[in-house]
Structures are given as C-alpha cells and as structure tokens.
C-alpha cells in the first residue's frame, strides 16, 4: 500500500507563491497526481509527474523527486479562487490511486 | 453534456435502509471507480471496475456491492445502511488502468443516515 503526508493548512495573500509538499511511502509507486477540490465541488485533475523534474501547467506547476519519495505543487500568482483543498495522490501498477489527506489553501486579500 | 454524472445528489435515509446509487460516463473511458470522502475530507477509494470487470476491491464492508452493466455504468448498492455510512460518495472514471493517474470525478451524492 501507499501513505502520502502532507500539510494540513497553508495560508497566503492573494499574488503570493504557495508550496505544497507531498511525502510518500509506497509499493509499486507509478507517479504522483495532484488534484483540487472546493468546498462542496469535486476533485478535478491538476497535474501529474511520472518522471524526476518540473512539470508546469500555466500558474501551476508539480515537481517529483523519486529518489526521495517527495513531491510538491507550486501555486503561483496566488488568486482568491486557488482557495480549495490540494490532494496529492500515488498511483500503482493496479491503477489504484491513493490520496493524501489534503492541504486546505486560504488565499486573504 | 456532462462527463461524469451521479444519482442522486443528496440522499437522506434511516438506519437499517437499502439505496443505490448510480453513476453514469459518457467520456468513452474503460475504467471506473467509486470512492468516500469522510467528515475530513479523506478520499479513499473502495471499488474498481475496468471494462465491466472488477480490479480493485478494498477493505469494505459487504454491505457495499457495486455492479456494472456496462462500460458507461457503475452502481453502488448498500444494504442495511449504517450512520457511519455518512459520507459523500464520488464516481470517477478514467482511460484505463494505465492512466488511473488522471481520473475524472462524479459531482458527487452526499448521504445521510439518520
């Protein structure tokens, strides 16, 4: 099986850069997803990193290091509506995917 | 049209009920899949289905009983419903096993058991 640890809470003003960091511990690790999912709202697909390196998606980048079992996401330009929960997710050979237990983002003015 | 869509939304019933709910994609995918998001907001995933075959089947109690007709449809069925059965339940569907990575979510069906 897969545990991922991550941050409870972030809190940061609108404009600002917001790390979110994502340690694993697994079997059969294939990659590392990153979803977001507002208050009432489903989780909806960010980014994914199968390889080591940067992987960036507009204001939204994800980095993986395998040889560290670390991943984070970059929220860049913070805007009020990045105001949501960030999963970070491992996924293995049988196509399960495992969530962390989220970050919740505030973005204040 | 909506990609991935879910029956009902909310669903409020008593200890000891039988519901179902349903799932349906219209994204042409392979794989689906059902999972609970708790009080705190943990998703974790329960039961898999690639291509109307079962794939994953997590530790959960019998109670809960999914059946796909077909590649489009997922159903979860849950029998003598408990209050710790409380939860939202997602739909999620993705290509296939291969690309489980980026699965696309169900808006949701929030139950209560009272």
């Known amino acids: 099986g897969q545990s991922l640890e991550q941050p409870s809470e972030v809190t940061a003003v609108e404009g600002a850069i917001v790390q979110i960091n994502c340690t694993y511990q697994?079997?059969?690790?294939?990659?590392l997803s990153w979803y977001q999912q507002h208050d009432g709202g489903a989780p909806t697909f960010l980014s994914y990193?199968?390889?080591?390196g940067l992987e960036e998606t507009g204001r939204f980048s994800s980095f993986l290091s395998r040889s560290d079992s670390y991943g984070y996401l970059l929220l860049q330009e913070l805007q009020m509506k990045d105001s949501a929960s960030y999963f970070c997710a491992g996924s293995d050979s049988w196509g399960k995917l495992q969530f962390g237990a989220g970050t919740q983002v505030v973005v204040t003015p | 049209d909506t990609a991935v869509s879910q029956t009902p939304k909310y669903l409020v019933t008593q200890m000891g009920n039988d519901k179902s709910i349903k799932c349906e994609q219209n994204l042409g995918h392979d794989t689906m899949y059902w999972y609970k998001q708790d009080s705190k907001k943990f998703l974790k995933i329960m039961f898999s289905?690639?291509?109307?075959?079962?794939?994953i089947n997590e530790t959960v109690p019998n109670r809960f009983s999914p059946k796909s007709p077909d590649k489009a449809h997922l159903n979860l069925h849950i029998n003598s419903l408990e209050l710790g059965d409380s939860a939202v339940y997602f739909c999620a569907s993705s290509g296939g096993r291969i690309s489980s990575y980026e699965q696309y979510f169900g808006p949701g069906t929030r139950l209560t058991v009272t």
């Open positions: 289905y690639n291509n109307k075959e079962l794939i």
């Open positions: 697994t079997s059969g690790f294939y990659g």
């Open positions: 990193n199968a390889l080591d």
